[in-house]
């Protein structure tokens, strides 16, 4: 049979192993935008691009060839925009 001095002896080793995480310190939590580079800002679209896009748009173009075709398109209406002046 357990003494009074060995059942004190296990309840306090007992509450001291359940209070030890109670104590246990924690890192604060860092802030998410100071580690992730910050993103560009967007350019405010042309006329013309938007133009453009409605227009690729119209004709169902995708990927590579809406690229290409948005990329002539809009070379040739800045050069319309400029003879016009």
Not at 24 to 34: K, L, N, S
Not at 49 to 65: N, P, R, T, V
């Given at each position: 049979?357990?003494?009074?001095?060995?059942?004190?002896?296990?309840?306090?080793?007992?509450?001291?192993?359940?209070?030890?995480?109670?104590?246990?310190?924690?890192?604060?939590?860092?802030?998410?935008?100071?580690?992730t580079?910050?993103?560009?800002?967007?350019?405010?679209?042309?006329?013309?691009?938007?133009?453009?896009?409605?227009?690729?748009?119209?004709?169902?173009?995708?990927?590579?060839?809406?690229?290409?075709?948005?990329?002539?398109?809009?070379?040739?209406?800045?050069?319309?925009a400029?003879?016009?002046?």
């Amino acid at each position: 049979m357990m003494t009074i001095s060995s059942r004190a002896a296990a309840a306090a080793l007992a509450s001291l192993l359940l209070a030890s995480s109670a104590f246990a310190q924690t890192t604060a939590p860092t802030a998410p935008a100071a580690t992730t580079p910050a993103k560009k800002a967007e350019k405010p679209r042309s006329p013309e691009s938007i133009e453009c896009s409605k227009q690729a748009d119209e004709k169902g173009l995708h990927g590579k060839q809406r690229h290409k075709f948005r990329s002539q398109c809009i070379k040739d209406a800045k050069a319309a925009a400029t003879k016009s002046k």
